[in-house]
């Protein structure tokens, strides 16, 4: 991945002007009380001013010099911009280019992969998280062919009016894809927008929503008399990924720290304000790997919950392998299995920790599977873990890994 060279700070460079530190409580009329307005709706704050569109000309001519150089930047479909937004969302940049290159290399239009089966497109997708996403945009595609003869809309309602597809994702295309000068909040410019602004509200609450959009909507509105909106909100993106960083930002790279409510204020460390987690609750689950040759017993979850569709080993809610003997059984593990505790794994979820015990056994052959599997499982098959043509998740990999572990004869502490 390339990124083109910064020039020094003051050499040449376009830079927002200064706003001084009164103008941080300002808040433009209809703010309160009407939700974050639909990125196609006029905007619900006063017309943009000068400021504004100094920002935006600022931001993209920094962009201009510092972009880094990512697959998707250098297209202007519709389609590879969607399937870059949903891959992005909750992952990092480095993780997603090859996924985003196979995946295109494979469906290379919404009509392939409006025409792929699920499995195959979760296979794709494995490893990759958030499993949701790729069944989602599966459906989505299907109905962009029926809909839309193929084409993505460049309406931001009916954008919105696909599956799995919102405000941000919605305002990414329709800019980017489309100039229309849509806004979009993600994380970045969240981060962004309440530093330069000087938002106090929480930014997942509902006023400090409904205040980032509204500031978004001005700004790309601004910029779209001399600026492509979609640049611009890349703009607004890299500069909270590159610069406007969590911790420790780089306002002296900053390309609009001249106009920065919380640069003036020296309360760079303060905001987002954002509220505290609540404690994830941990889960305890018991694992079984369970292999004739090199055959591994795996089942399929269901659509529609935690890891819908996607091939694991089979688990269950245990505190020990005793107590899921029987739960095993139901998910397609035979009673007399030789089950062993072989290692131990931990893994994250957005609103749980699950603590996975690991089973490991040898069968001599594979028994036939049973037909009716307790839930969340829907089907069974022994399938060579080797090949992994398949849809499996992360935590299923993490399980493998650990079952393919030399027996030291104990198990290993959580990781």
């Known amino acids: 991945m390339s990124t083109a060279k910064r020039a020094p700070a003051g050499a040449g460079q376009r830079r927002a002007p200064r706003r001084g530190r009164a103008a941080s409580g300002e808040r433009g009329a209809g703010e309160r009380g009407a939700g974050p307005p639909p990125p196609d709706a006029p905007g619900a704050e006063v017309e943009p001013g000068e400021r504004d569109r100094e920002i935006a000309a600022a931001l993209a001519a920094w962009f201009g010099r510092v972009a880094r150089d990512l697959p998707w930047r250098r297209t202007r479909d519709p389609y590879a911009i ?7 969302q909750q992952t990092r940049v480095e993780t997603v280019i090859p996924y985003y290159e196979r995946f295109l290399a494979r469906y290379p239009t919404v009509f392939d992969l409006a025409a ?4 195959d497109v979760l296979s794709l997708w494995s490893g990759l998280g958030y499993y949701r996403r790729a069944r989602v945009l599966h459906l989505a595609a299907r109905e962009v062919t029926v809909r839309h003869a193929g084409a993505l809309p460049r309406d931001v309602s009916a954008l919105r009016a696909l599956p799995g597809v919102g405000a941000y994702t919605a305002g990414a295309i329709a800019s980017i894809a489309y ?3 849509a806004p979009l909040v993600d994380g970045n410019v969240a981060r962004v927008l309440s530093r330069v602004e000087g938002i106090e509200d929480d930014i997942r609450g509902a006023a400090g929503t409904r205040r980032l959009w509204s500031t978004a909507e001005r700004l790309v509105r601004a910029a779209a008399g001399s600026v492509q909106p979609g640049r611009f909100n890349q703009a607004l993106m890299e500069l909270g990924a590159t610069v406007c960083t969590p911790r420790n930002p780089r306002c002296d790279a900053c390309p609009v720290d001249g106009a920065c409510v919380a640069r003036a204020q020296g309360r760079q460390a303060e905001l987002p304000v954002i509220a505290p987690k609540r404690d994830v609750p941990a889960v305890a689950m018991v694992a079984a790997v369970v292999r004739s040759g090199d055959r591994v017993l795996f089942v399929r979850r269901a659509e529609g919950g935690l890891f819908g569709g996607l091939w694991e080993p089979p688990m269950v809610e245990a505190p020990a392998l005793a107590d899921a ?5 139901r998910a397609g593990v035979a009673p007399d299995a030789p089950l062993r505790e072989i290692a131990r794994v931990r893994h994250i979820l957005t609103h ?3 603590d996975v015990t690991v089973a490991r056994a040898e069968v001599p052959a594979p028994w036939r599977c049973r037909a009716k599997l307790a839930s969340p499982y829907e089907k069974a098959a022994w399938l060579d873990p080797g090949v992994l043509e398949f849809g499996v998740s992360k935590l299923a990999r993490k399980v493998l ?3 393919s572990a030399p027996d030291v004869g104990a198990a290993r502490r959580p990781r």
């Open 82 to 88: 969607w399937l870059s937004e949903v891959m992005l």
């Open 116 to 119: 792929a089966e699920i499995d």
């Open 179 to 181: 100039d229309q000068p």
């Open 325 to 329: 003997r029987a739960l095993l059984e």
């Open 352 to 354: 749980r920790r699950l």
């Open 401 to 403: 890994s650990a079952a």
